[in-house]
Nanobody, 128 residues
């Protein structure tokens, strides 16, 4: 089964930057470079929300307007890893960040329920 390991979270001051990584393993029946990978976040007392996704072809789809122009997603297929570069961080970006895999099709789903595998999350705390 696909396993995802998210890392790179931590405490950062508002206006700062962090880069999250999501390393995937255990593929069977499909490969990492065939999959779309999404980043999600869940703040305290809030529902999990989509942030951004990268398709198998490398195109990115933003789910959260609030991160446009600040967050960038990229992938390194040789390392089975997706990165989330977060710049100009704000206190409202504080959340646990999760990565997830959409196994088939290579496209970014419009709904969270279409993702097949999830990582354990990494905490990002932005102090104001």
């Amino acid at each position: 089964e696909v396993q995802l390991q998210a890392s790179g979270g931590g405490l950062v001051q508002a206006g700062g930057s962090l880069r999250l990584s999501c390393r995937a393993s255990g593929f069977f029946g499909f490969t990492f470079d065939e999959a779309a990978i999404g980043w999600f976040r869940q703040a305290p007392l809030k529902e999990r929300e989509g942030v951004i996704c990268i398709s198998s072809s490398g195109g990115s789809t933003y789910s959260a307007d609030s991160v446009k122009g600040r967050f960038i997603i990229s992938r390194d297929n040789a390392r089975n890893t997706v990165y989330l570069q977060m710049n100009s961080l704000k206190s409202e970006d504080t959340a646990v960040y999760y990565c997830a895999v959409k196994a088939e099709g290579g496209y970014c789903p419009t709904e969270i329920r279409y993702y097949d595998y999830w990582g354990q999350g990494t905490l990002v705390t932005v102090s104001s």
